[in-house]
Structures are given as C-alpha cells and as structure tokens.
T-cell receptor, first 114, second 109 residues
Framework: NAGVTQTPKFRVLKTGQSMTLLCAQD?????MYWYRQDPGMGLRLIHY???????AKGEVPDGYNVSRLKKQNFLLGLESAAPSQTSVYFC?????????????FGEGSRLTVL | GQNIDQPTEMTATEGAIVQINCTYQ??????LFWYQQHAGEAPTFLSY??LDGLEEKGRFSSFLSRSKGYSYLLLKELQMKDSASYLC??????????WGAGTKLIIKP
C-alpha cells in the first residue's frame, strides 16, 4: 500500500535555484493538495487540484507553481527559491473535498534554502 | 478572519486522561477534524465531527459544540506512544480546511 508518496524527502537549495517536488497517489483520489508546515503555525495551503488538468491557488501561493497533468500526480515547483521557502512540504489527497473523508498525507519533504 | 486556537503544549501522565481544546472562528462550517502528528512524520486522521455531541473511538473521543465554536479531543488511558502533536482543523464554507497550529502533548511515565 503506497498511498501518497513524495519525492525527494530532503533537499538543500541555494537562493535562486529551482526545483520540483513530486507527489504521487495510487488511491484514485480526485483532490490533491500541497501544504507547507512551519514551526508554531498551522498547515498552510499552497495550491490544490480538484481533478486532472485543474489547479487553484491556496492561502500562500506566491513563489510556487503546480501542475496536475495526470490524476495520480501533483507537482509543486519553485522557480527561484528564497530562504523564506525553507519549510516542510506535505502533499495530501482525498476522494472528494466535501465528504467527511480523511486527508491522506505523504511523508513530507524537508526543504532548506540557503 | 478565520482562526483556530488550541494550546501550544500540554503535559500528562501515562495512564491518565487529557483533554485538548480547540476553539474556532471560520467562514461557515462543514465539519471539524482532529489529526495526530508524531515528530518528523505526516499527520494521520483521528476523528471528524459535523454534528454537536461526542464521538467515541476506542481510547479517543471528540466533542463538538457548533454554537460555541468549540471542540475537544479526549484521550483516555494515556500511553507513551500518544506523545505527539494534535492538530485541529475546520472545513469552511468553501470546503477548505483551516488548521490550528497544533498542541504538543508530552506524556511522562
């Protein structure tokens, strides 16, 4: 049971570098989310997708882009990394957003921007 | 604005009972969730409440009062493995989850 898989698990970037985080789920879920988690703060939604080919902005979208070309994959891109983007990033998925169904999270990707 | 408040940290003794409170102010309400997150790991689902009252699931129970904007998570017969952060989240009128900062629960022998 793979569930939600994130790659890479850890990454160190220099300011200005770019990178992509990959999230893959094998549960045929429609909704996928990218969150960041910082000390002393709740999970904050970066971008989300309600289905293949669709994406939408969350609470903190600036500096990030996303794509959902395939239903099972949701990519998060940082075009020009900044130290403020140092965080733990979590991908999550659920079957339908309006249902009481739980969110399934990936293990997290720890990103440090120097 | 939307706001979820929960205590930053709590300490309890193994075998005891602890109650973690969560108060919220959100644009609409479509349910309240509790998640458990062990250090360095992903959050995992514990409970969901959409109607007032108590939902019991083994050693864990969750209570909701919509009129008071209040919920609590009750953990009984505490075990060392219950040491974790407990996250409260409310689904607003747009079906978006608003998350609290989490309560770090420390269990002492």
């Amino acid at each position: 049971n793979a569930g939600v898989t994130q790659t890479p698990k850890f990454r160190v970037l220099k300011t200005g570098q770019s990178m992509t985080l990959l999230c893959a789920q094998d549960m045929n879920h429609e909704y996928m989310y990218w969150y960041r988690q910082d000390p002393g703060m709740g999970l904050r939604l970066i971008h989300y997708s309600v289905g293949e080919g669709t994406t939408a902005k969350g609470e903190v979208p600036d500096g990030y882009n996303v794509s959902r070309l395939k239903k099972q994959n949701f990519l998060l891109g940082l075009e020009s990394a900044a130290p403020s983007q140092t965080s733990v990033y979590f991908c999550a998925s659920t079957l339908l957003a309006g249902s009481p169904g739980e969110l399934f999270f990936g293990e997290g990707s720890r990103l440090t921007v120097l | 604005g939307q706001n979820i408040d929960q205590p930053t940290e709590m300490t309890a003794t193994e075998g005891a009972i602890v109650q973690i409170n969560c108060t919220y102010q959100t644009s609409g309400f479509n349910g309240l969730f509790w998640y458990q997150q062990h250090a360095g790991e992903a959050p995992t689902f514990l409970s969901y409440n959409v109607l007032d009252g108590l939902e019991e699931k083994g050693r864990f129970s969750s209570f909701l009062s919509r009129s008071k904007g209040y919920s609590y998570l009750l953990l009984k017969e505490l075990q060392m493995k219950d040491s974790a952060s407990y996250l409260c989240a409310v689904m607003d009128s747009n079906y978006q989850l608003i998350w609290g900062a989490g309560t770090k629960l420390i269990i002492k022998p």
